[in-house]
Nanobody
């Protein structure tokens, strides 16, 4: 059973940074894709960033490009989301997700099979 556990959320002031972590366990991970998604109250899920483990290809949403960076530690099966210059509109629950393929579009949320429980990020003005 694949499990994803996020950590690193919290309450921060606008303009500061946070780094989220997501550790994957319970499976044999060879070629797969991991991504970060957020959902704010009353809004739909929003893809933020994703990374393929075999090619290290990444994809970002326009809303976070240049501010957020996704990276991974393959030895730890962990993916990170470095978030800089945070804004109040970044307030949301942040989820990591995993799909056991490396060929579907990174940002296509329908293909993600496993999801973490989410971590709250609150940015005050």
């Amino acid at each position: 059973q694949v499990q994803l556990v996020e950590s690193g959320g919290g309450l921060v002031q606008a303009g500061t940074s946070l780094r989220l972590s997501c550790a994957a366990s319970g499976g044999t991970f060879t070629y797969f894709t991991m991504g970060w998604v957020r959902q704010a109250p009353g809004k739909e899920r929003e893809f933020l960033a994703g990374i393929r483990t075999n090619t290290i290809s990444t994809e970002y949403a326009d809303s976070v490009k240049g501010r957020f960076t996704i990276s991974r530690d393959s030895a730890k099966n962990t993916v990170y989301l470095q978030m800089n210059s945070l804004k109040p509109e970044d307030t949301a629950i942040y989820y990591c997700a995993l799909k056991l393929d490396s060929y579907t579009k990174i940002s296509d949320l329908v293909d993600y099979e496993y999801w973490g429980q989410g971590t709250q990020v609150t940015v005050s003005s």
